[in-house]
């Protein structure tokens, strides 16, 4: 996928794009939004196979 350079220059660009003040309200969003898709990753795995909930 991508390689820790590019990375880097994409969270360099956002940085300068958003400004270091909406950086933590940024990463904040983004991990609420990471959990939530990994709980309905989760539930829909559960929804296909019962046994795997038990």
């Known amino acids: 996928m991508f390689g820790m350079s590019e990375l880097a ?9 958003l400004g270091i ?7 904040r969003s983004a ?3 990471a959990r939530i898709f990994k709980s309905e990753a989760k539930a829909l795995k ?9």
Not at 22 to 27: D, F, G, V, Y
Not at 46 to 54: F, K, Y
Request: charge should be neutral.
């Open 9 to 17: 220059l994409i969270l360099l660009v956002v940085v300068v794009v």
């Open 21 to 27: 003040k909406k950086l933590p309200e940024l990463t």
């Open 31 to 33: 991990g609420k939004a």
């Open 46 to 54: 559960e929804q296909d196979d019962p046994r795997a909930g038990s």
